[in-house]
Structures are given as C-alpha cells and as structure tokens.
T-cell receptor, first 114, second 112 residues
Framework: DTAVSQTPKYLVTQMGNDKSIKCEQN?????MYWYKQDSKKFLKIMFS???????INETVPNRFSPKSPDKAHLNLHINSLELGDSAVYFC?????????????FGSGTQLSVL | TQLLEQSPQFLSIQEGENLTVYCNSS?????LQWYRQEPGEGPVLLVT?????EVKKLKRLTFQFGDARKDSSLHITAAQPGDTGLYLC????????????FGTGTRLQVTL
C-alpha cells in the first residue's frame, strides 16, 4: 500500500476552471502538507495541517483552499485556475509538526493549465 | 531570494566517478536534510543532520553538516546509474519550526 497517495496524477484543464486534488495518508501521521514544485524544480511549502487544523499558510492566493476532513486526508481545491498555477503539487505527511526529520511525500500531481 | 543555494545545478558524469554537491546559505539551520527525487515521483529522504560538523554515511554517500550549521555537502563515491536523480537539500531555519526550506536542486546524471 502506498503511504501517501494523491489523485489525480495528471490534471490538464482550461484557465478559469475549478479543480481539486485529493491526498490520503495511511501512516497514522498527524500532520499533512501541500508543496508546489515549479518548472525549475524549486519546491515550496504552501500549507500545513496538524490534526485537521491549519498551522502553516504561506503567501498563497486565496484561490487555493485546503480542506482536511480528517487527519488522514488533505485535499486542495483551486478556483479560477491561471496559467501560472501550472506546476507539480506534492502532498506530504509527518508524524507531528515538529517532526521534519521524517517527511513522506506523495508521487505528485502534474497540473497543466492551458 | 533563494535561501538555500545548491551547486552545481547540473552534473553529468560517468559511472565510477566521484562527485560532491554543495548546499549553502547565510541562515543558520537547526537541522538539514537531503532528499533524492526521481522523475514522476516525490522526494525521498536520504538523511538528516542536526549537529554542526556532523558526518553521516549511507553506503557510498557521505553527508556533512558545516560547523556553523549554514551549509552542507553530499559526496558520492564511485557513482552508479542508479544514483541518477534530483538531489535536494532542505533546512529548518532556526526559529521557524515546522517549516522546511528547500534548496534549488542539483540534477545528477550518471551514464555507463
């Protein structure tokens, strides 16, 4: 079983559309994250949730809204998609918010906005 | 401004060669990690260093944390094609608990 799984793997959509990416972890971790990796492979944190509570919210447009229905799931909804949103989005989890030593990543969702 | 600069950005070498990747910053880190990312996959943690001057070995990979905890290096001995990938350093800046800052990345290709 995959520890951190996210769907879909690929997402191609038109500008202005709304889309969601789902993430689930079966590791029993308390903390989940969303990272964005741009075309130059630079990886930057977007959000972090601990036990369904938002603890990190970087300077991300409010078109991006994370939702954590329970501590095993952290979904990312994006409204009014723009060309600049094209990137690979990674979900990750760790045992707790201070456990940066053990960060597990999903395999990524490649988003292409046309 | 990139807080963690990696060099070189790209490296193409032949099997059996040695190489060193550097990760530098002006910030002090409470801990620093190295990841390897393969195409179509997420980063996978290789090692975490927490003490200034610390050296850790993982088979043919040697990781060192600078004495001042501002920089790190990854040395690979006798590189193999399986070492090919994107190497990322990531640090937790002192005073910014829970948030990892990733480096600019080094893309390594090892050919036969």
């Amino acid at each position: 079983d995959t520890a951190v799984s996210q769907t879909p793997k690929y997402l191609v959509t038109q500008m202005g559309n709304d889309k969601s990416i789902k993430c689930e972890q079966n590791l029993g971790h308390d903390t989940m994250y969303w990272y964005k990796q741009d075309s130059k492979k630079f990886l930057k944190i977007m959000f972090s949730y601990n036990n369904k509570e938002l603890i990190i919210n970087e300077t991300v447009p409010n078109r991006f809204s994370p939702k954590s229905p329970d501590k095993a799931h952290l979904n990312l909804h994006i409204n009014s998609l723009e060309l600049g949103d094209s990137a690979v989005y990674f979900c990750a989890s760790s045992q707790n918010p201070h456990d940066n030593e053990k960060l597990f990543f999903g395999s990524g969702t490649q988003l292409s906005v046309l | 401004t990139q807080l963690l600069e990696q060099s070189p950005q790209f490296l193409s070498i032949q099997e059996g060669e040695n190489l060193t990747v550097y990760c530098n910053s002006s910030s002090v880190f409470s801990s620093l990690q190295w990841y390897r990312q393969e195409p179509g996959e997420g980063p996978v943690l290789l090692v975490t260093v927490v003490t200034g001057g610390e050296v850790k070995k993982l088979k043919r990979l040697t990781f060192q944390f600078g004495d001042a905890r501002k920089d790190s290096s990854l040395h690979i001995t006798a590189a193999q094609p399986g070492d090919t990938g994107l190497y990322l350093c990531a640090g937790e800046i002192t005073g910014t608990a829970s948030k990892l800052t990733f480096g600019t990345g080094t893309r390594l290709q090892v050919t036969l």
